[in-house]
């Protein structure tokens, strides 16, 4: 069983920088940032796969980084050049089998979310 629990998110003016933060207990095979904004599906945005590859979106390539620091067993989402369509709830969510999706479907354990709001 896995627990996540995000943090770090908060108000940023545009082109403004936020890291969040997801810590988790026990093991997955991927974890994946989504977000969601009101009235809008969740979307993917960075995944880091067990071996250390880390996929971005086309939506965010360029500006959102994704890693690992697994002394803490944590994983961050770097956010630069924010944009005010990037306001949206972010959760990190992760599943046992192997290989990422960007199918929120795919994932059994999900965060409570952090919001982020640019503006």
């Known amino acids: 069983h896995v627990q996540l629990v995000e943090s770090g998110g908060g108000l940023v003016q545009p082109g403004g920088s936020l890291r969040l933060s997801c810590a988790a207990s026990?093991?997955?095979?991927?974890i994946v940032w989504f977000r969601q904004a009101p009235g809008k599906e969740r979307e993917g945005v960075a995944a880091?796969?067990?071996?250390?590859?880390?996929y971005t979106s086309d939506s965010v390539k360029g500006r959102f980084t994704t890693s690992q620091d697994n002394a803490n067993n944590t994983l961050y989402l770097q956010m630069n050049s924010l944009k005010i369509e990037d306001t949206a709830a972010y959760y990190c969510?992760?599943?046992?089998?192997?290989?990422?999706?960007?199918?929120?479907?795919?994932?059994?354990?999900w965060g409570q979310g952090t919001q982020v709001t640019v503006s």
């Open positions: 969510a992760a599943r046992d089998a192997v290989g990422c999706r960007w199918q929120p479907s795919q994932y059994q354990y």
């Open positions: 026990g093991h997955s095979m991927c």
């Open positions: 880091f796969d067990s071996d250390g590859t880390t």
